[in-house]
């Protein structure tokens, strides 16, 4: 008689154990935070918020949350994961106080909302100027996305409504600096609105250009060497003119809706004047043309310098052409105020604003999926601990991860770095983690560490 043999071993298992950490590749990002300096600005930023005699730091309190939300957490009460392990977060506020903390900011308003943000373009400055060679303006220049997302609301809250989508929930505005195709984005503005805001908004459209310039450095803050990307919810009239006002000269690369007189002018477009497409790999792509056409309808209502340019191509499989596409071919269209360049690279450019929707999703990721308090001003204070959240995640792969690691999304970091477990070990009187040589991604770690750990202390 054979004996049976299962396919997996079988443990006993008990409670009461010590030694062992979870979640100790978390030390990566407590690491960022403290070489950027990001603890020390969260701080004095909210010291007037600081009660007297108060245990816990109220900007070490929002810190925790924001690795909560880092880790996957997606609510107020997940921080109990840090809670657990004193050994590396420190000591950590009970589920009441971070509450109250929540509660005293949405208070606040625009005051706490201020003071989060500029600590946060402070650090961003220093972050960017670690970084050196991989920081997202080392070439002089910098891109700024600009889209909306839907999150869908599942109870009462304040100003969720019916979506243009017919869901319900809010329609925020976000922000993304590009980091191009060695890394992936950082937050730079995230402006929470009722699940009926409409897409084309202007004003919401300004405001959140704004807040993102304010998070840039001062010499990126105006000039043609920040590039404004949008879809067609930016096209609007009192938008591009807002970016190109004399003054600020913006440069901008917005979508534009193809309307009848576009449709016209697309009609006369001679056949040689058609250039081939580029593939994002910058080479021609098959069945896709691109062709200017600033010249044919009146666009003496518009911004001066602007370009119209226009993309045709042959639908992908299961694709549904539109009233306005010609021939078969789907066409699209941009605006831009940039002058030298080839056609075909300007509307590549303006294609790779798709990473943006990578950066929406790895944000719903990130505790962007649902806004967990009722109160508008509360959920305008998880925006910005969820905004937190993702600038560790860009900066930590920025300064301490090489190669394809450094482009690893948020789901990819938890389950290889951040959830690998280690013994906690004092001797000498220091603190040591020692992760298991049986980890595959250890090395990963302890390199990312060591680099972390060359980087200049904060000033």
Known sequence: MSKRIGLYPRVRVEGGG??????????????????VGLDTAISAALAPWRKPRAVHDPGKVLLDVALAT?????????????????????PVASDPTVSRLIDALAAAGPKALTAIRTARAEVRERVWELAGADSPAAGGSVIVDIDGVLVLAHSEKQDATATWKKTFGHHPLVAFVD?????????????????????????????????????????????????????????????????????????????????????????KIPKKAWTPAYD????????????????MPDLSTWPKG????????????????RFTDLDGLRLTCFATNTKAGQL????????????????????????LRNLPLHDTAQNRIWLEIVSLALD?????????????????EPKRLRLRLFSAAAQFVNT????????????????????????????????
């Open 18 to 35: 010590s030694g062992a950490v979870s979640q100790a590749g978390a030390v990566l990002l407590v690491e960022t935070v403290r070489k």
């Open 70 to 90: 880092a880790l996957g957490g997606d609510c107020l009460a997940d921080v109990a994961m840090l809670r657990a392990e004193s050994g590396v977060f420190g």
């Open 179 to 267: 980091h191009g195709p060695a890394g992936s984005g950082e937050p730079v503005a995230a402006l929470l609105r009722p699940g009926n805001a409409g897409s084309n908004t202007a004003a919401d459209h300004i405001t959140t250009a704004q807040l993102a310039l304010a998070q840039l450095p001062k010499h990126l803050r105006r000039g043609h060497q920040t590039l404004i990307r949008t879809d067609s919810a930016g096209g609007t009239h009192t938008f591009l003119n807002w970016l190109s006002r004399p003054g600020r000269w913006l440069s901008y690369s917005v979508g534009m809706t193809i309307t009848d007189t576009l449709h016209q002018a697309v009609l």
């Open 280 to 295: 994002a790999g910058g080479t021609e792509r098959p069945g896709a043309w691109v062709a200017e056409i600033t010249d």
């Open 306 to 321: 602007m370009r119209l340019v226009v993309r045709k191509e042959r639908p992908h499989p299961g694709a549904q052409l």
């Open 344 to 367: 075909a690279d300007l509307e590549l450019r303006h294609r790779r604003r798709a990473r943006c929707e990578d950066r929406i999703r790895n944000a719903r990721d990130t505790g």
């Open 392 to 408: 560790l995640l860009a900066w930590m792969p920025m300064l301490a991860l090489t190669g394809k690691t450094r482009r690893w």
């Open 428 to 459: 000498g009187r220091r603190h040591w983690l020692r992760f298991t040589a049986r980890w595959p991604w250890t090395d990963v770690i302890t390199h990312a560490i060591a680099r972390l750990h060359i980087l200049p202390n904060p000033g």
